[in-house]
């Protein structure tokens, strides 16, 4: 087995006194050599609990410098780390909990309640920082050769059907991902990132902020999204690298601060979980910050693909290649050829599997160990890829195939239409066609009625939903991706 230095030592020592993290809720700033000392002194506490290797240990706060030092606690440990949805009530996290056989539970104060109802032992931390003392009496633990392939932490699925899954998580994905998305964006140990995508989300933890710490570079802690800082944080020249999802650049685009702000002073501008809509990305554009959309999912760690600065404009509704550590290839179509087909992927980045759940590891993987998307994509002349749409959203109307996302991109453009989101329903003649839901621009109003009017002169008839519904949200993932099946669930 493939073995690797402890990271947190390694950067302790490459780097001790350098800023680690600033973490925006205690006010604390935490050096490379204090996360290191920090991170050993939890393990020890932990393993003093009697927690033994391969132990889950859940975790429940908002976004703080502390679940780092708990990240790499339970390396040191090898114990599993599995970040829990500070979203959800406890009918909800009781389960998700009970699913992986968590062992004891790290919290912030909010959520103390919570982390007791779950009837687990506790390990608070400090509202000044810290984790108070725990830990203290037993001797920190000492750096240790870090196996590659072992689970490191659990990343839950969004859980639309039944219990969410256990995305494993190795030190082997979160290395190669750190080399996909740096050298994809230029990410170095010079640069400054900013954490507000929550912790129990792939994007909070590795865009940029893992990456950014195995480079030596210091990221902003933020507990939660909060536009307006954000933005003043831009402002202030605190942020030479930023990522976020489609959702917050709409709200930075709809901010009255955005026309007082030089985003150009932002070195690298990044997006995945969705598509970017095109007159968002010109917008930006338009304003100093070409945004480079890509391409990922929990299991692939998650940078799968990136466009490039320079194709950015040229080939909006793409993302990209394939970055250094990630193989893809499209179902059906020969390998370096244009075409469509399920997206398929693997590499160093790729999961090894679901946590305790073979039957679900089997049926996500090719028989010669290709991980299925579920995604549609087209790859260009050019090697570019673009996501089509998610394969079971596709629904068929009249005999012909119907992708949603491409129905939403034609509404998007509309004056009045903010965001749009497209299922198929049942329907006796046709068997399915299109229920759109819409959410309206500040200020405009769509006309219902004279949509489909306005969607014939864009789209062949058999894409024209047949119903349009104006609601004030979608209910999303963390990564602001519509929960299709819930839309399905609204009276």
């Not at 908002?62 to 114990?79: V, W």
């Not at 109802?117 to 506790?122: D, H, I, S």
């Not at 549609?376 to 009249?398: C, E, T």
Request: proline content about 8%; glycine content about 12%; aromatic content about 8%.
């Amino acid at each position: 087995m493939t073995r690797a230095p402890d990271p947190a030592a390694r950067r302790a020592e490459l780097s001790p006194a350098s800023p680690a993290f600033t973490d925006h809720g205690t006010g604390r700033v935490w050096t490379f050599a204090e996360v290191d000392a920090e991170s050993a002194r939890l393990g020890a506490g932990l393993r003093a609990m009697g927690l033994a290797p391969g132990d889950r240990v859940a975790i429940l706060c908002l976004n703080r410098a502390e679940f780092f030092a708990a990240l790499f606690a339970c390396l040191k440990a090898g114990l599993i780390l599995a970040p829990l949805n500070w979203r959800q009530p406890l009918a909800e996290l009781a389960p998700v909990a009970a699913s992986v056989g968590c062992a004891a539970i790290i919290h912030d104060s909010r959520h103390a309640p919570t982390a007791a109802a779950l009837g687990l032992p506790c390990i608070a931390m400090a509202d000044e920082g810290g984790f108070g003392g725990f830990g203290g009496g037993a001797a920190p633990l000492p750096p240790r050769d870090i196996p590659e392939a072992d689970p490191w932490y659990l990343l839950f699925t969004s859980g639309t059907t039944g219990l969410p899954k256990a995305v494993i998580q190795t030190p082997r994905m979160a290395l190669a991902n750190a080399v996909n998305i740096s050298q994809a964006v230029g990410l170095t140990g010079g640069d400054t990132s900013v954490n507000f995508l929550p912790l129990f989300h792939t994007g909070g933890i590795n865009l940029y902020t893992l990456p950014l710490f195995f480079w030596g570079g210091h990221s902003h802690i933020l507990p939660k999204f909060d536009p307006g800082r954000l933005l003043s944080m831009i402002a202030e020249g605190q942020v030479s690298q930023f990522f976020g999802v489609p959702a917050i650049y709409q709200a930075f685009r709809l901010h009255p601060g955005i026309g007082r702000i030089d985003l150009g002073a932002v070195r690298g501008w990044g997006c995945g979980g969705a598509a970017l809509p095109p007159d968002v990305i010109r917008f930006f554009a338009d304003r100093g910050a070409v945004i480079c959309n890509g391409f990922g999912m929990t299991e692939t760690g998650p940078t799968g693909f990136l466009i490039d600065r320079a194709a950015a404009l040229a080939k909006i509704g793409s993302v990209g290649k394939p970055q250094m550590m990630t193989e893809a290839r499209l179902a059906g179509v020969p390998d370096g050829a244009p075409g469509e087909g399920e997206l398929l992927m693997r590499g160093a980045t790729v999961t090894p599997g679901y946590y305790g759940n073979p039957e679900a590891t089997a049926a996500v993987f090719t028989p010669d160990g290709w991980l299925k998307s579920g995604d549609v994509a087209r790859r260009d002349a050019d090697g570019y890829y673009a996501i089509i749409d998610r394969i079971k959203d596709m629904y068929i109307s009249g005999g012909e195939n119907v992708y949603p996302a491409e129905v939403e991109r034609v509404l998007i453009t509309h004056p009045d239409i903010l965001e749009a989101a497209v299922i198929g329903v049942a329907d006796e003649r046709w068997g399915e066609t299109g229920a759109a839901f819409l959410i309206a621009r500040p200020g405009r109003t769509p006309d219902l009625d004279a949509l489909p009017g306005w969607c014939r002169e864009r789209l062949a008839a058999y894409k024209i939903p047949r119903s349009f519904r104006l609601v004030g949200d979608f209910p999303r993932t963390a990564a602001g991706k519509v929960r299709k099946p819930l839309l399905r669930e609204q009276p």
